[in-house]
Each structure stands twice: as C-alpha cells, then as structure tokens.
C-alpha cells in the first residue's frame, strides 16, 4: 500500500512496534513511535529510529495525537479498548495490528498457526519443513521475530510461516492466509478477552477471509476446533490423535496414517520422533497436513519430522544435576500447557508454578499433583490463588518464595536422585520478567551454575 506522506502512529516500543514502525517509515509515512515508558526505558533500536526521522513519543498514552493520524498500528500487548484508539475510531482513523500491517506488503504465500497452545513448537516445525522446498521461508510472528522486520525481503516466490496469537488478530482486518491452523482452544488470556466466547471469536479470525481455493487445519480431537470446520469456507484438512478419520490424518496406535485427497499411506511411527507425549503428536500431525497442503513431498516431511529435538523452553531438558533431571517449561504460560508438561513427566517431580494472573482456573492443573508431583514450589501474584486450589484436591506439598532464584535453589534441596524439577508456570511471567524466555533462561544458566559447583 501506498504510506508516502502519510500520517503513522505506531503503539508500542517492543520488537513489534520498532518493526512497524521502520516498515512505514521505508514506506515513505511520517511515523511517530509511541510507548508509555518514560525515554530513559525504552530501547536503543527505538532511539536509533529517530535518525531516520521517526518521532519518538514517550510517557504516556497519545490522547492528544491519536486523531491527527492517518494510521494507527497496535503492537500485541496494546490493548484495544483505550480511549486513544475509540476516540480514532469514532474519526475513522484505521487502527490495525502489526500482522495486518505486514500481511498488506506481502506477495507471497502465508501459513497462519493459531490455537492456545503447540504454536510454537509447530510454527518452528512447519518452517523446517516448508525450507526443504523454499529456503527464504519466513518463520515469524508470535514466535518472537516480527512479521514486519521480515515482510521486504520475501518474493513472490517464498512463503511465510506465521504464529498468530489472539492478540495480533484483535485488528486484523482482511489477513487471509493461504493456509490456517487451529491447534486446540483452552481458556487463556481471560484478563484481557473477558469471555471465551471472545477469545474464539479472535482464533477464528485466522481463518475468516480464507476461501473455497484455500487450506484450514484443525483438531478433529477439540469439539471447539472441530464446530469451526462450519465457519470456514476453506477445505477442511482434520488432525486427530483420539480417533480414526475418514479423511485427515490420525493417530492409529503408534502409526500416523494420512487420507487425504488420494494420499493413503503412514506418514511415520511415532518412535521415529525425537519429541514425546500426545500434544507433540498433534503438532506434528498439524505440521505435516500443513506442509502436504503446501505441496511439500511426504519424504521431505519425514525427514524433518524424524530430525526433530523441539524447541526451546517448551518441556526442554536442561542438565541432570545429582540424579536430578531439570526441565525448562517456562513457555507453559497456561494451565493447559503446564498440563501437558505434567503429564509427560516419567519421574516424581518437584514443580515450580506461579507468575502473573490471567483470570484463568488452576483446579484442572491442580487435580493432576496427587501421585504426581512431590513439592509444589509457588512464585509470583498467583500463589495463594494456585496454593488454595491443590489443596482443594489434598496437595498440601507446597511451599512459597519471594524471589524466582530462591525457588529454583528450594527445588534443588527438596528433589532426590530419581526426581525431576520442572518449571511449568502455568502463568504468564509479566510482573516479574519481560517474557517467558528471560524466565527461562534464567532458570536455564542457574541449573548449569549446580553442574559447576
């Protein structure tokens, strides 16, 4: 689109914003970048902007700027319901996220991975595959790299694989990927989309503006993605791991067997996969539907799926330290997450959860701990909340910690040889970390500094 001369304000100094607003300002726009951290806060990348001419905005909400714009650009984390964005609005000033700004300058095809949990992990897995094929392939989006800083690059004849969380989708106003996936739908970010009924609303966004020529993936084994195969005008492509498909691809036993527009055979074993446990299955399964949509070849997608070690702080293991096995889960931002971290446990495990409250139930997670987890090691707002929902189902195992160092020390004189320490939040880390990677990497280089001592 046309930006030259254009009035921008972009929201946000995070990677998202500072992306945005460089793309609008090598569009030709007049850009203003706003944040309301204080100027000594903020980033250098966002200083560095200013000689390219980009307005640095600092301290405060743009109240009184919003509606001089032609163009507002949300980051993520902005919400949508400050009176800055109604008054535009109201003005008919166009408020859009930073995906549907990129999404705008792309000429290539795109991949969409949406659902509450396994973004990442498919996102990562369904980019290793789609290189075999193109190798400027585009991994980006909720996974940390931003869509804009990538989006100039891309030819007509690449491909971008995108993670899209609901928050990117609240103002996307006609992003259409050629192929959408919708992994699984559990209650998260409460706090911000006050219903579930939102909250679907946004994931099914991802798919809102596909058409009859297009591709949607979804879970056959989630009744919630399952009802979405109604809403789509795309062709259906369902993944299960409960129960055999007339067409699709399932689980049947250890085998993975796609039926899918004449392709009848087993994909692979799951003992051929390097990642374990039924929800890495799904996001296998999910991959592979996307990549088989993509006209990747099936021995291409083998090969990645069997070389496949997982990504990082999603159930990844650490170090063994005195017959302890520690697992860094710090992406388990959400019960249903930190669920599945659980369950794939094998061994008698101390737990570290805790962190910022998104208005969510722990008592699913919770109901799990007896004949599971040993100690129960509570960080962060949610503590008491977490604390009263165990002991609810008898876990009284449980201690708190004021700092997350204390905690990660704690768990290591509590676990005895044949344990495992797991950092499974099942809370988003804001409050205490800028993100879930500085949590885990912090719990990370504390579990190497035990190897040394």
């Excluded at 992306?19 to 200083?47: F, H, M, Y």
């Excluded at 949300?74 to 919400?79: A, D, E, K, V």
């Excluded at 964005?85 to 969409?112: F, G, H, M, N, W």
């Excluded at 056959?220 to 409960?242: E, L």
Aim: net charge negative.
């Amino acid at each position: 689109m046309n930006y030259a001369g254009k009035h921008a304000l972009v929201c946000g100094m995070a990677k998202s914003g500072i992306a945005a607003a460089n793309l609008l300002c090598q569009s030709g726009a007049i850009v203003t970048l706003q944040d309301l951290k204080p100027r000594e806060e903020i980033p250098e990348e966002a200083i560095a902007l200013e000689q390219k001419g980009v307005h640095l905005y600092t301290g405060k909400n743009p109240d009184d700027i919003a509606c001089e714009q032609d163009l507002i650009v949300l980051s993520p984390g902005i919400p949508c319901d400050l009176d800055f964005i109604q008054a535009a609005e109201k003005k008919d000033i166009p408020v859009i996220s930073e995906v549907e700004l990129a999404y705008r300058e792309t000429r290539c095809p795109i991949t969409a991975i949406t659902g509450t949990n396994g973004k990442t992990t498919t996102t990562t897995l369904t980019g290793e595959i789609m290189k075999t094929c193109y190798p400027n392939a585009a991994v980006v989006g909720n996974i940390g790299v931003p869509y804009s800083e990538k989006v100039q690059s891309l030819t007509q004849n690449d491909w971008v694989v995108a993670e899209i969380s609901s928050f990117q989708m609240e103002k996307a106003v006609t992003f259409h990927p050629k192929i959408s996936a919708v992994l699984n739908i559990t209650p998260d970010h409460l706090n911000r989309h006050k219903t579930m009924e939102v909250y679907i609303a946004m994931k099914e966004r991802v798919f809102a503006h596909q058409t009859e020529d297009d591709y949607c993936i979804l879970n056959y084994s989630d009744t919630i993605c399952r009802d979405m195969a109604a809403k789509t005008k795309a062709k259906v492509f369902f993944f299960s791991s409960q129960e055999p498909l007339q067409e699709g691809i399932y689980l049947d036993g250890k085998n993975m067997e796609i039926r899918w527009q004449g392709i009848l055979e087993t994909l692979l074993n799951v003992e051929e996969l390097q990642i374990l446990g039924i929800h890495n299955y799904e996001n296998v399964m999910a991959a592979a539907a996307m990549s088989i949509c993509a006209g990747i070849p099936l021995e291409k997608i083998r090969t990645v799926l069997r070389n496949f070690t997982g990504v990082a702080h999603r159930i990844e293991y650490v170090a063994t330290v005195d017959g302890v096995d520690y697992y860094n889960d710090s992406k388990g931002t959400n019960t249903d997450a930190s669920i599945r971290a659980v369950l794939a446990m094998q061994k008698p495990i101390v737990l570290i959860g805790g962190g910022y409250d998104k208005g969510v139930s722990f008592d699913e997670w919770t109901k799990l701990f007896p004949g599971r987890v040993k100690h129960l090691v509570l960080i962060g707002v949610t503590a008491p909340q977490i604390r009263a929902s165990a002991e609810k189902f008898g876990f009284h195992a449980i201690s708190d910690c004021n700092t997350f160092t204390e905690a990660i020390n704690l768990c290591r004189q509590i676990a005895e040889e044949g344990d495992c320490v797991l950092l499974s939040p099942a809370c988003a880390s804001w409050g205490m970390f800028d993100n879930y990677e500085q949590r885990g990497d912090l719990f990370k280089a504390q579990v190497n500094a035990f190897l040394q001592k």
